[in-house]
């Protein structure tokens, strides 16, 4: 019997799912589902309840290339989820400061050119966003193509740059030319995705749909560009052999980065076996890729740090805290001190909210790591840490409150709390007192 390395299993009942990431980990939820104008309609996804996984989705009518035939309604949603609108000023995939409000969007097959152009500037310009600060970012077919600088011809032997793409990734891809068709992939012997499953031990996974998508160009690949698995396709009769061609990949710009992990086929829709558990540990190598937290500054002892911009003042540093969103500080402790006593106050109209202050030697303070904690309901709130280790004490603030859903043709809309959406303001000091 075949082994595999996902936590999750299959039971002939259904999917085991596992247990819902921590909801305090600094995201709204985990994964967004980009279904606009230009790509493929998509309601379900099987590896995100393999991996009890929170979603988000927005999901357009199949336009089949002709994006005349989306309604104004899709047009002006997409404007709304990838620029922004009143409501929301920075749109539901960052937070105020820029910050990716989930851990991983996600871009299915369809047009890779009608769907960035129906993004336009500003909505590719988020994305680009989301996965510089943090988000990553998960492709397939289509999705592999935007995420590229353009496309290689080899018939011409030239790069063709597409204005419509995200460029997220360094690289070049090529088409394969090969439509309504399926292929086996080898898992290469030191991919990442071994990390999550073995595929069986022989590291192959039969019949992955290929469907007009993307290979990467064997003869420039961008530097830390991870090859996960290759095309075995020595029995297809194509113009340009797909044998051997990197079918998926891995890239990660920096540590402050996303991590990007695409496939030019299609294992997305499978409900079972290796087709899915690829997806699966595709999405968990992502995850696992998002960008380490960023400090937002050292406070300075007994001065107040007033956290009040909103997106449009172009202040991240500054910026309001967003729904399940942390925001991280640090202080300066010397030897011999005290105390350290935090202060968070609410700025102006936000004593509504709920905000919650932790602290940790160290390392960023979490809600599962920190040494002190006040999660009282509110928020104003004091910490008072007596005889504090030298050194950096790491604050963070953590803002409870969110929004609820209603279901919509097109996705979720936001109801309840949607202030919260535009950032909470706060005022936050930490005072050190010294013997």
Known sequence: MKKSLLAGVLLLAGLQVLPAQNSRNGFYKDLFIDSGVGVDCFYDLPAAKLLGLTVENFTSHDVDGDVDSATVYEKSMMKNIFVGSQLDENGPLLYPDGAPRFRVIYIIGGSATTHGKQLGA???????????????????????????????????????????????????????????????????????????????????????????????????????????????????????????????????ANQKSGRLVVTGSHPERMMGGERLEMFASMLRYAMDGNGAPQVKANLVSGEERVMSCKTSD????????????????????????KQVVVELTPGKGASIFDLSLFAASGAPALSDNAQWQNIDYGAQKNLVIDNPKAGKLYISVFCETTVETRSTQCGPQYVGRTEVLNGVPYVIKATVINK
């Not at 530097?223 to 998926?248: V, W, Y």
């Open 122 to 252: 500003e909505g590719r310009e988020t994305i680009r966003t989301f996965y510089a600060n943090g988000g990553s970012y998960i492709g397939t077919c289509a999705g592999a193509f935007i995420c590229s600088k353009g496309t290689y011809s080899y018939s011409s032997g030239k790069e063709n740059d597409k204005e419509a793409y995200l460029g997220i990734w360094p690289g070049y891809t090529v088409s394969t030319g090969l439509d309504q068709s399926y292929t086996a992939l080898a898992v290469e012997k030191k991919s990442a995705l071994l990390k999550y499953s073995d595929f069986g031990g022989d590291r192959r996974i039969d019949s992955v749909r290929h469907n007009g998508g993307c290979c990467i160009r064997p003869d420039a690949v961008p530097a830390g560009t991870e090859i996960l698995a290759r095309f075995i396709a020595d029995t297809i009769n194509l113009k340009h052999s797909i044998h051997n061609m990197g079918n998926a990949w891995a890239y990660k």
């Open 314 to 337: 172009k202040k991240p540093e500054f910026a309001r805290i967003g729904d399940r969103q942390y925001h991280h500080f640090t202080i300066d402790v010397p030897k011999g001190a």
